[in-house]
């Protein structure tokens, strides 16, 4: 990012804080920090790269993935009316402190914002010479430093999408496609582990990602059609959308 693009994003992020007007804590929830800014602001503020923020910025959002099965590795996923992005940090276990459902701030002063797959991230600026725009937050005190538990946990629903309605601003956030038909491509081996290509009745194309170190990695996908749920994300080099899974249940057959 050039010097100008930086302080461009730097300007719009702190004028953003200045002209937000915070809530206040529904009755007999924990007193968190009021939210300056929204998740789908900073996705049309940043520009790319990796940007450091020096404003007081706080987003607001509930937890839509966490680090429970193994796919999302020291990583949660937070959203807020229709947008979404990931929270990194080298920290594990987080899913006891912060599981899916539970509404959280973000303190955003000193960590990097940056983009891998469609999906904005925030995170500890990286090193020097880091391929990746955002590190993971190095411990549990600069955790603690900077996000906070919001009230109690509630339900969290996916938003219900065709294929064909899929769009980069969607990337981040957990959606539910229904009529999906699992259709190997040569040499998959049956297991979830890897990129798994779908397909909807008009021949449209979804590829689930799983680790393989997630807890359900060898278990074999459906054999025939399914709903699936995932973190949407976008595969630049392939030109093609992901789900990336949360566990085996973000799988049910129709």
Known sequence: MRPAQHLTLLLALLLAAACHDGGFPLPGEPEAEAATTTIAE????????????????????????????????????IEHEGAGMEIRAAVDRLHVDFPVGCPVTLRLR?????????????????????????????????????????????????????????????CGTLVRIEGLRYEPEELDEASWAGYRRFVDQSGRAIHTYVSEYADFARREPPAGRCILRGILQYDDARGRYLLKLRDERDCSEE
């Not at 987003?59 to 996923?77: E, K």
């Not at 960590?111 to 999906?119: E, F, M, N, R």
């Open 42 to 77: 900073l996705r049309r503020l940043h520009a790319g790269g990796s940007v450091t923020v020096e404003g007081d910025l706080v987003v607001a959002g509930r937890i839509t993935a966490d680090d429970r099965s193994g796919n999302f590795y020291r990583t949660l996923t």
């Open 110 to 170: 000193g960590l990097a914002l940056g983009s891998s797959y469609g999906v904005l991230q925030a995170g500890a600026p990286p090193a020097p010479g880091s391929r990746y725009p955002t590190d993971y937050i190095p411990s549990r005190p600069a955790l603690d430093a900077v996000l906070r538990r919001a009230g109690s946990v509630g339900p969290v629903e996916a938003t219900r999408l065709p294929l064909a309605e899929l769009a980069p601003g969607l």
